[in-house]
């Protein structure tokens, strides 16, 4: 039997290796898609029971490393708090059959879902419409956008936005805008984008509408544009109008507006004053909205570290964002090996009997196989024949030895964009690839380290593989490019000794592989 026939879902179905905050084709996949990990589940616990026992903290702070599910996990908290309608399921019936044995979060759940909540959700590298990010409002522009856009209003032209919103406040701003679409022959829609050609018609418009004088109405958008300044208690006393209008339309005791943002942590790492500009903004938010808007955000580093590489002087500063994000949630390595299994590596019945027997057969040879020696760090092996069946045909130890690889050349500046956390680099995608690569080979053969290497390649920096490829076209020796491979994988991971027993452990691809022979290839190569 071969290794692609042994897996319950076809192993090279499309899968979307990297989750864009913004991208809504296939909500409902995602949502089906999603694996709620024993972690998360924990994590998903805490934060529930912050949401819904409000005591100070409104914001949370999701860290991991690339590709281990932050924007999925965004994603789904976002549509889950609002309880998105999809194709005539709700999210949370969606979701609730993934905490089946779990009651307390069900429970958690359902009544987080219970309050009426909207979300934005909005990735903030995209949104920033700010060049530098030396202009100290950076941060805060890009909130004040989303916010103005959500409640219908021009969110590229912050004076334009609060013109409407003055407006609505008089309840004029239907009416203008029926006036404008009769006088200038277009929609409103169209027409703001064009405000300064549009200016007369405009001016005609709102002199229709507040019975003003048209001479004095002739210049009110360059008024609001040099009279616009956008400061955080503005945005946070808006924020509040909002949520209190909506339950009051509603007739809720309780409404909430959340803030889901992706990526910040790169976005704001390298620069104090947006950093204090997000803890300003979420202390804001708090003291006027009292836990009725959260802000989510995710970062690759956890948040000590963010602050840490802020230098020794303003740590205190930075004591007053943790405080504010005192919600935590780090994904971590097991969170990933969880999901490569449930989503990937499930196997048919026949399969499990196949590998049931290859489990019996081998395994008092775990131990010499896949246990590195030389003072290398200790790797978990195969726990019982269940890991085995769930992992299988990867090893253990590849899942955290990878991890580590792709954390280590980031560090080392390897990779094309500083943090790009590009598809191709999510663990998911570069396991994909690998048991598409192998799908041939026959039940009882290993995925070996190297092939690793192909799932990130197109990531890398051309200099940095520039041995490798060169190697490609001089060597013809097949093995020894693999193994060349390997060690670049290694290279800077400094608990993994790479002596030649334990490159033998790398470069095993199958069970009753002739270790002498394997260990002097190795030598050779």
């Not at 992706?262 to 202390?283: F, H, P, R, S």
């Not at 930075?318 to 299994?341: G, H, P, T, W, Y």
Request: proline share 2%; hydrophobic share 40%.
């Amino acid at each position: 039997m071969t290794l692609k026939n042994i897996f319950l879902k076809p192993v090279d179905r499309p899968i979307e290796g990297v989750i864009k905050a913004d991208d809504e084709a296939s909500l409902r996949l995602e949502i089906e898609e999603y694996v709620l990990t024993n972690e998360v589940e924990k994590r998903l616990e805490e934060f529930l029971d912050a949401y819904n026992n409000y005591e100070g903290a409104n914001g949370v702070w999701v860290s991991g490393f690339f590709g281990s599910g932050k924007s999925h996990l965004l994603k789904m908290l976002a549509l889950l708090l609002e309880n998105r309608e999809m194709d005539g399921a709700s999210t949370l019936d969606l979701f609730l059959p993934k905490c089946s044995e779990n009651e307390i979060l069900r429970g958690d759940l359902k009544r987080a879902v219970s309050i009426p909540a909207k979300s934005i959700l909005f990735n903030i590298d995209q949104k920033a419409d700010v060049i530098s990010k030396t202009q100290i409002d950076a941060l805060l522009a890009v909130f004040v956008k989303v916010f103005d856009e959500m409640c219908g209003y021009y969110g590229k032209q912050g004076h334009i936005a609060q013109f409407e919103r003055d407006l609505d406040g008089r309840g004029l701003y239907k009416q203008f805008k029926a006036e404008y679409e009769s006088i200038a022959g277009r929609p409103w829609q169209k027409g703001r984008e064009q405000a300064l050609l549009e200016g007369p018609n405009i001016a005609k418009a709102y002199a229709a509408v507040t019975s003003g004088d048209p001479q004095s109405a002739a210049g009110i958008l360059d008024k609001y544009r040099s009279e616009y300044r956008v400061s955080i208690e503005d945005f946070a006393d808006n924020v509040n109008a909002y949520i209190e209008k909506q339950a009051k339309e509603g007739g809720h005791k309780e409404f909430r507006l959340n803030f889901f943002v992706d990526e910040v942590g790169q976005y704001i790492a390298d620069n104090t004053k947006l950093m204090t500009n997000l803890q300003t903004i979420a202390e804001s938010l708090a003291t006027k909205c009292r836990g009725r808007a959260w802000i989510i955000v995710t970062a690759q580093e956890e948040m000590k570290n963010v602050v840490g590489e802020m230098g020794k002087q303003q740590g205190n500063d930075f004591s007053k964002i943790q405080a504010r994000f005192n919600n935590r949630m780090k994904l971590s390595s097991a969170d990933v090996a969880e999901v490569i299994q449930k989503r990937l590596l499930t196997k048919t019945e026949e399969g499990v009997n196949q590998l049931s027997d290859v489990y019996h057969a081998q395994t008092n040879n775990f131990k010499t196989l896949f246990d590195f020696a030389d003072g290398s760090a200790t790797y978990r092996n195969f726990r019982d024949r269940d890991h085995f069946i769930h992992s299988y045909p990867f090893v253990p130890y590849q899942f955290a030895l990878f991890q580590s690889a792709i954390q280590n050349l980031s560090q080392h500046n390897a990779f094309e964009g500083k943090h790009s956390s590009v598809g191709e680099r999510s663990m998911l995608g570069v396991f994909q690839q690998v048991a598409i690569h192998i799908g041939n080979h026959e039940v009882g053969q290993l995925a070996t380290f190297d092939l690793m290497f192909e799932g990130i390649r197109s990531a890398l920096k051309s200099q940095i593989q520039r041995a490798i490829i060169q190697a490609e076209k001089q060597l013809d020796n097949a093995f020894a490019i693999r193994l060349l491979k390997a060690l670049f994988l290694v290279k800077y991971v400094k608990e993994f000794k790479p002596t030649v027993r334990n490159l033998c452990v790398l470069m095993l691809d199958a069970f009753d592989q002739d270790l002498p022979a394997l260990r002097a290839k190795v030598e050779e190569a």
